[in-house]
């Protein structure tokens, strides 16, 4: 009579051995791939957003309004009608400010496009107790090389800009600003010298506490743009928040609150979840990937659309 052979214990264990190491070493491969059709898809978005960009300007002569004081919206607005969100568009009350309750609908809607798939956070709602609870997302627009309140003739703080012993930084006109409409005939650099749109990192909440980073249908401080001040993804220079500051919080990147410094102003990086840089759109419309490690001087100069500053490629 014949005897079965099974396995012994040891071959079982070495098998399993072998299954984990194998799994192990596919597992970084299969992320990788993941997050490389992440990547696509964000780069596919950015790309969405400045045909819409330029579809607006073929229609109106000119960008949107970066943000709007009376009544208080910002460009994401203007620009629904242009990136297929007409019924989007239509339910706006463009007579009234962004929060009030003729505007629920629109300030509570998460597009797709506005939202990068590696961002764990683009589906959170801004202040989501209150009486307006808000979408978030994750693509901003330029709004130059100092901070908030730049181009404020009135502002104290308009002048040359500086903190933690940096050199002055002056501003040299964004694409997007308070209350006014530039066009690609205002990038004397170059449109493919100036940045349109990049991406941010949506502030995650923390109960009733939030991060307005991401907070893209407000007007208010670090919610609806970044700066060039600080390079993509800055770590030494955190961003600069007029409160709503959550760090360390989940995910959210470096801050502190600026309310009681002086100067009291407030800024925000391009910051994304891509390894080593951010996606950002152009003023000619293509999409660019920009390192981490790129100098803060030839960042600024691709913030600003008039300064006349001269971009070495070998920078970038």
């Given amino acids: 009579m014949s005897r079965r052979r099974g396995f012994t214990l040891i071959e079982l264990l070495v098998v399993i051995a072998i299954i984990a190491v194998l799994i192990a070493l596919l597992l970084p491969a299969v992320q990788a791939a993941r997050e490389a059709a992440r990547r696509s898809q964000c780069v596919n978005n950015l790309k969405q957003l400045a045909l819409g960009m330029h579809n607006y300007h073929d229609v109106n002569g000119s960008l949107p309004i970066g943000r709007q004081s009376g009544p208080r919206r910002t460009w994401a607005f203007s620009i629904f009608a242009n990136i297929e969100q007409t019924p989007l568009f239509n339910s706006i009350n463009f007579t009234t400010d962004f929060y009030q309750p003729q505007n629920t ?59 933690s012993g ?89 801050c502190v609150d600026s309310s009681s410094k002086s100067p009291a102003v407030s800024f925000n990086a391009a910051r994304s979840f891509h390894s080593g840089g951010v996606n950002a759109a152009m003023g000619d419309g293509s999409v660019k990937f920009y390192k981490d490690t790129i100098s803060a001087q030839t960042w600024r100069a691709l913030g600003t659309m008039s300064g006349g500053e001269v971009i070495d490629a070998s920078s970038l």
């Fill in 166 to 254: 940096q050199v002055n930084v002056s501003y040299l006109n964004a694409p997007f600003s308070l209350n006014k409409s530039a066009g690609l005939r205002d990038m004397i650099d170059g449109t493919s010298n100036t940045l349109l749109l990049s991406e941010v990192v949506v502030g995650a909440n923390n109960g009733n506490n939030s991060d307005h980073r991401g907070d893209i249908y407000n007007d208010d401080h670090n919610c609806f743009y970044f700066n060039v001040y600080s390079t993509p993804n800055s770590k030494l220079t955190p961003d600069w928040m007029q409160g709503y500051c959550l760090y360390p919080n989940q995910t959210n990147p470096p």
């Fill in 105 to 163: 609908t629109v300030i509570r809607t998460a597009v797709n496009v506005f939202d990068c798939p590696s961002d764990v956070n683009s589906a959170a709602l801004e202040e989501p107790s209150s009486q307006y609870p808000r979408a978030k997302a994750d693509y901003m627009v330029n709004w130059g090389n100092t901070h908030f309140d730049q181009d404020r003739a009135s502002n104290p703080f308009a002048g040359p800009y500086n903190i």
